[in-house]
């Protein structure tokens, strides 16, 4: 049911958040699909690989017949929209992920991104978020997988909007 309150031309802010595996499901949809849909995307504790925004991974990737992974997330944006990476060293779960796939390198939830190498076409649009301070941390049987609604990171999706 459509919230009354709302007046049909009020603009009300669309953003997405995605976490652990469902990062993988969000490059996935981003290749091929709709541009400047969302205002902003969070991505929490992502299973998918650092570098996906990397300008070495979307120059490789652009040769081939589908969009670079990290350009077509962000141009599933609208305007300035910005893609929040939320991480943490303490990710017990992330840091996991890598080493049961054969991965040597840590991932995205548990690093972030490095934004020295981030893509030209998308310097400005991908923000890093550590997780790792005290104000996100949680212990819980997750191995402190499940930081996006402590006290800190609410805090942080305020601000944003």
Avoid: W
């Avoid at 709709?34 to 979307?58: P, W």
């Avoid at 490095?114 to 790792?132: H, P």
């Amino acid at each position: 049911m459509r919230d009354q309150s709302l007046s049909p031309t009020q603009y009300v802010p669309t953003s997405l958040m995605t976490h652990s595996m469902g990062n993988y499901i969000l490059v996935q949809f981003a290749v091929g699909g709709a541009k400047g849909f969302f205002d902003d995307f969070y991505i929490v504790a992502a299973d998918v690989r650092a570098y996906i925004f990397s300008e070495k991974l979307n120059s490789r990737a652009g040769k081939e017949s589908t969009p670079p992974p990290g350009v077509s997330i962000v141009g599933q944006l609208k305007g300035h929209g910005k893609v929040h990476v939320f991480f943490s060293t303490n990710d017990k779960k992330a840091m996991g992920a890598r080493f049961f796939a054969n991965c040597v390198k840590p991932g995205l939830g548990a690093k972030g991104c490095d934004l020295d190498e981030i893509d030209s076409r998308i310097k400005g649009r991908v923000v890093n978020v550590d997780c790792s301070a005290e104000e996100y941390n949680v212990e819980d049987e997750f191995g402190g997988h499940e930081y996006m609604f402590v006290e800190g990171a609410i805090r942080y999706y305020e601000q944003a909007h």
